[in-house]
């Protein structure tokens, strides 16, 4: 059984940081796309972040561009995300999702990915 636990989240003021961990079990992604999404209360699961198997073309959203980095450690089967000059629109449950196919690009789009974790909270407050 294919598991991916988000970690993390919490209360931060704004212009704070939060590291967020996605630890994945049942199988390796280390030949895999992974991604971040989020989700706010009302509105629409949004596109954060991706990385491809290689890692060579992460991928963001405009929103969070030049703030965020999404990395992996393979080893641990393990992606990132380094949240930085965290704002109050920031705030959202944050999805770690996984992409099943071997060698795949990353994608913005939710349907892309397989496997999802439960989330993990961020607040940001102003």
């Known amino acids: 059984q294919v598991n991916l636990v988000e970690s993390g989240g919490g209360l931060v003021q704004a212009g704070g940081s939060l590291r967020l961990s996605c630890a994945a079990s049942?199988?390796?992604?280390?030949?895999?796309?992974m991604g971040w999404f989020r989700q706010a209360p009302g509105k629409e699961r949004e596109f954060v972040a991706a990385?491809?198997?290689?890692?060579?073309?992460?991928r963001y959203a405009v929103s969070v561009k030049d703030r965020f980095t999404i990395s992996r450690d393979n080893a641990r089967n393990t992606v990132y995300l380094q949240m930085n000059s965290l704002k109050p629109e920031d705030t959202a449950v944050y999805y770690c999702?996984?992409?099943?196919?071997?060698?795949?690009?990353?994608?913005?789009?939710?349907?892309?990915?397989?496997?999802w974790g439960q989330g993990t909270q961020v607040t940001v407050s102003s």
């Open positions: 999702a996984a992409d099943a196919d071997l060698y795949s690009g990353s994608s913005n789009y939710p349907a892309h990915y397989d496997y």
């Open positions: 049942g199988r390796t992604f280390s030949r895999n796309a």
């Open positions: 990385i491809d198997w290689s890692s060579t073309n992460p």
